[in-house]
């Protein structure tokens, strides 16, 4: 198959930003799904997207409930999900700037739901670790996992080039703590993995950009 034909094959499957973890769940799981919807002609893109940010919201509930493994498996169809609205529009010809700005929007607060709820399930657990500690560090991952998205948005507002999208995106993120809630159920204290990585890494991010654009404007 010619290389042309080939990337327009996949072409609905995944956007230029994705990076390798969320291009996997795109290309292997959320293309199998996405085709099989195409026969429900009442099916919009924005219905997906509700349902996938509804499961993202219910993850974090669960989790909070202590239900580490369950919570980790209803994350990870909101994550399967959270791709089919994407192809699912750019298959039927619906892709539009309010479809994008709704996924977005909707995506912070699933994201949010997650990281509270895996900050309560280890207040909660009790993990032997001050709940202080725990809860700066939530307020860490918190922060950070929203500057990631704000200042990707807020840059290419700007025109301000940050270079490759980073490693610290939603997909990375979410598939960080869908494992830990996995993983909690050999070890209940498995979620302070995810937990460490969401106070550190996206912050990390979000500080090399900060240097990027002040030596853009300010070579050091």
């Known amino acids: 198959m010619a290389p ?4 327009a094959e996949i072409s609905w499957q995944t956007k230029p930003s994705d ?3 969320l291009k996997w769940i795109k290309t292997h799981l959320s293309a199998r799904i996405t085709p099989r919807l195409l026969s429900y002609e009442w099916l919009k893109p924005w219905m997906i997207t509700l349902l996938s940010s509804g499961l993202g919201v219910l993850a974090g509930f669960v989790f909070a409930l202590g239900w580490g493994w369950l919570a ?21 010809g619906q892709q539009s700037k309010g479809g994008a700005f709704w996924d977005s929007v909707l995506d912070r607060y699933a994201d949010g739901a997650m990281v509270i709820g895996l900050i309560i399930y280890l207040i909660r657990l009790p993990f032997p670790c001050p709940s ?21 948005a807020r840059a290419e507002s700007l025109g301000i080039d940050l270079g490759k999208p980073t490693l610290a ?8 703590m869908i494992l830990s809630a ?27 950009r900060l240097v990027r654009a002040l030596r853009a404007v300010h070579p050091l």
């Open 169 to 176: 995106s939603k997909g990375t993120r979410s598939t960080v």
């Open 132 to 152: 202080w500690l725990i809860l700066l560090m939530g307020a860490l991952a918190l922060i950070g996992s929203n500057l990631v998205s704000y200042s990707s």
């Open 182 to 208: 996995w993983a909690s159920f050999f070890w209940p204290g498995s979620p302070v993995v995810a937990l460490i990585y969401l106070a550190l890494h996206p912050n990390m991010a979000v500080t090399a």
């Open 72 to 92: 980790g498996c209803i994350a990870a169809c909101a994550q399967v999900l959270d791709g089919v609205d994407g192809q699912f529009a750019r298959i039927t």
């Open 19 to 21: 990076r390798f973890v």
């Open 4 to 7: 042309e034909a080939n990337a």
